[in-house]
Every structure is written in C-alpha cells, then in structure tokens.
C-alpha cells in the first residue's frame, strides 16, 4: 500500500521568511515517483515538479528548492524568500507500480504568506 | 500547453438525480483519472481510464461510474446523486509516456441538496 504524509496542516509566515514543507511516503515498490502541486485560491492543480527514485538529486528552480532523501522517505520543498503569490495549498503525490494508476496524494498543506 | 477541460465550473443538484460530469483533454493523452477533493482529506482516486472503453477502479469507486467513449473525452457518471457527494471533483489526464505527471483540468464544485 502507497502512503503519503504531510503532517503540517496550515503554515503561516511572514513575507520574505522561508519556509520548508515536509513529505513523507511509504511504498514497497523499488520504482516510483513523487511530485508536488500547488493548488491556488482558484482552484486549478499546477504541476511543480517530478522526481523518480532512482534520482536522488536536489533540485533548485528559482526560488523553490526540493530535497529528496530515500534514506528518510522523505520529499522536502522550500520556499526561500517567500512572496504573498505562493499562499496555495501545496501537495505532495507518489506513484509507483509502473505509474499507470493515480496519484496518492498527501492531505495538503495550507501555506498562507502574510505581507 | 495541456489544456484539460471540465463542463462546469459548479453545479447543484437534488438528491436521486443522474448526474454528469464530463471532461475533455486536447492532448492525446491515453490515461484519465477523476479524484474527489475533500477538505482535511486531499484527493482520492474513484476510477481511471488506460485508454477508450476502458476503466479501472480507484479507491472510492462506490456510487459512480464512469464512460469513455472517445479518447480525449472521460465522463463521470452518479447513478443517483446524494449529499455525501457534495465535494470538488477533479479530472486528470497523463501521457503514457516516459513522464509520469497528470494535469488537471479546474474542478467541478458539486453540491447535491
């Protein structure tokens, strides 16, 4: 069974603080995928990023930072100097068994950026 | 870009009625999925489609059903709509590709009174 655990329900800082969103999952399978979307006030799904299990690299997209670690299961995002337009429920999704079914997804975490 | 469509925005319905909820992606994509989003319980999974005429159970299939006639198109189907079905329902498609991310079309907010 797929799990995926986002322990931190609701997130408030301050405009320009950074802030990190935990992700951990479960899954016996040895081939997956983890992503993250970020869901805004409007409602729409984005897609942010992808990483396989096999691609434990850290990876760095402007001001948004994720930190893949299989030896904890877990699937970090940061966001450094954070900014009123990334208030957004954030998920975090895993798929694994070949990637043909759905995503497990995370409960989501409410991120609220106070200007 | 991946535009996937959903009929309706928000919809309201009595309870017992049929109830469709129809989605469109225009990018050849082979799978399409319908989750439910409920707040403090994130996005579950109710059926999903490898390609036309064909579908899969997801984890909470009861209660609906679900048509795919024609590849871009992925409809949700409930037989006979009640108020535990109130909820935002989002459809996905996804390239049977070497990537694995699903793109999501606005969500349709259902309440069944």
């Known amino acids: 069974a797929q799990k995926v655990t986002q322990a931190q329900t609701e997130i408030s800082v301050v405009e320009k603080e950074d802030v990190t969103l935990d992700c951990v999952y479960e899954?016996?399978?040895?081939?997956?995928?983890l992503f993250w979307y970020k869901q805004p006030p409007s409602g729409e799904l984005v897609f942010l990023i992808r990483?396989?299990?096999?691609?434990?690299q850290n990876e760095i997209s402007g001001r948004y930072s994720w930190n893949f670690q299989k030896s904890t299961s877990s699937f970090n995002f940061t966001i450094t100097a954070s900014q009123v337009v990334d208030s957004a429920v954030y998920f975090c999704?895993?798929?694994?068994?070949?990637?043909?079914?759905?995503?497990?997804f995370g409960k989501g975490t409410h991120l609220i950026i106070q200007p | 870009d991946v535009k996937v469509t959903q009929s309706s925005r928000y919809l309201v319905k009595r309870t017992g009625e049929k109830v469709f909820l129809e989605c469109v992606q225009d990018m050849d994509h082979e799978n399409m999925f319908w989750y439910r989003q409920d707040p403090g319980l994130g996005l579950r999974l109710i059926y999903f489609?490898?390609?036309?005429?064909?579908?899969e159970k997801g984890d909470i299939p009861e209660g609906y059903s679900v048509s795919r006639e024609k590849k871009e198109r992925f409809s949700l189907i409930l037989e006979s709509a009640s108020t535990n079905q109130t909820s935002m329902y989002l459809c996905?498609?996804?390239?049977?590709?070497?990537?694995?991310?699903?793109?999501f079309g606005p969500g349709t907010r259902l309440t069944v009174t």
């Open positions: 489609s490898y390609d036309v005429k064909m579908k």
């Open positions: 999704a895993l798929n694994s068994g070949g990637g043909a079914d759905g995503l497990t």
């Open positions: 899954t016996r399978d040895t081939t997956y995928y």
């Open positions: 990483r396989n299990s096999f691609d434990e």
């Open positions: 996905a498609s996804r390239s049977q590709g070497t990537t694995y991310e699903q793109y």
